[in-house]
């Protein structure tokens, strides 16, 4: 009798144990299905203004924010190779970011579009200087980066996508920055 009375006693108690939790409610700004869960993000915010530092060539840390920024619309070489060693390509295209960066007292304006699967901001940014340099053209036009999801629009300008891919090819044309790598040529 005492086992059946442990046995319903312990029973009663390991339910809320192994309880479900309840299903998160998702937004639109998440990333898709297969990533990370972006929602402990929060909401994703519509502009950012503030203090930002090159992490590598594409990616900016804000002052304050806590997602990273990826810039909408560039690919730059990775900072760091498969075996963790930092890469000559990686640095010249994070001191290139940091020197557009440094134009400006590393104020920025960023407008987000989504969360990528690393849950970082993907923005289009530039720079807060009362000219507003697009720093992902400018990295691409120093020829530190190129053109990366081009087939995606911004909503607020249509031709930003054609407008990076003209600075690609000239930079390209003229060998600039990092091309002559990309390209084979020593």
Do not use: N
């Amino acid at each position: 009798m005492k086992s059946v009375f442990l046995a319903a006693a312990l029973a009663a108690v390991a339910v809320p144990a192994i309880a479900q939790p309840a299903p998160r409610k998702t937004t639109t700004t998440t990333a898709p299905s297969d990533g990370p869960d972006c929602a402990a993000m929060g909401a994703l915010p519509a502009t950012w203004d503030g203090h930002a530092y090159a992490l590598d060539g594409a990616t900016l840390a804000g002052v304050g924010l806590k997602p990273h920024v990826r810039i909408w619309g560039i690919q730059a070489p990775e900072l760091r190779d498969a075996t963790r060693a930092e890469s000559v390509a990686g640095m010249r295209a994070r001191a290139a970011l940091e020197d557009l960066l440094e134009q400006a007292g590393h104020k920025v304006k960023c407008r987000a579009t989504k969360f990528d699967r690393s849950c970082r901001i993907v923005a289009q940014c530039s720079l807060d200087d009362g000219k507003g340099g697009d720093i992902g053209g400018g990295m691409i036009a120093a020829g530190m980066a190129y053109g990366f999801s081009l087939d995606e629009t911004l909503p607020w300008e249509s031709r930003a996508s054609q407008r990076y891919a003209t600075a690609e090819a000239e930079a390209r044309k003229q060998r600039q920055g990092l091309w002559k790598e990309w390209l084979g040529e020593k």
